[in-house]
Nanobody, 120 residues
């Protein structure tokens, strides 16, 4: 089984930056890619970005391409999400999720989430 723990959330002013981190632990043969999602109050969970353990070419949602960067540290088993030029509508709970295999259609394992609040 794979465990995921997010950190780095908090309160930031509009225009500021935050760096979230996802610590991955557990079985190394049950993780193919890690993604970041977010869920704002009253809204559906939304995909932000994803990256596999071996590729240097991440995938981004259109809204995230200009301001968010996902990165990976294989030695530490972490996936970070660097966010800049934050706006109040970026306020959400941010989750990292694990896709177990190349053939998986969904992300099967989820962290507890970390709250990001952007004040105007």
């Amino acid at each position: 089984q794979v465990q995921l723990v997010e950190s780095g959330g908090g309160l930031v002013q509009s225009g500021g930056s935050l760096r979230l981190s996802c610590q991955v632990s557990g079985r190394t043969d049950e993780t193919y890619a890690i993604a970041w999602f977010r869920q704002a109050p009253g809204k559906e969970r939304r995909f932000i970005a994803a990256m596999t353990w071996v590729s240097d070419f991440p995938t981004y949602a259109n809204f995230a391409k200009d301001r968010f960067i996902i990165s990976r540290n294989n030695a530490k088993r972490t996936f970070d999400l660097q966010m800049r030029s934050l706006r109040p509508d970026d306020t959400a709970v941010y989750y990292c999720a694990n896709r177990r295999t190349f053939g998986s259609e969904n992300y099967e394992d989820w962290g507890q989430g970390t709250q990001v609040t952007v004040s105007s």
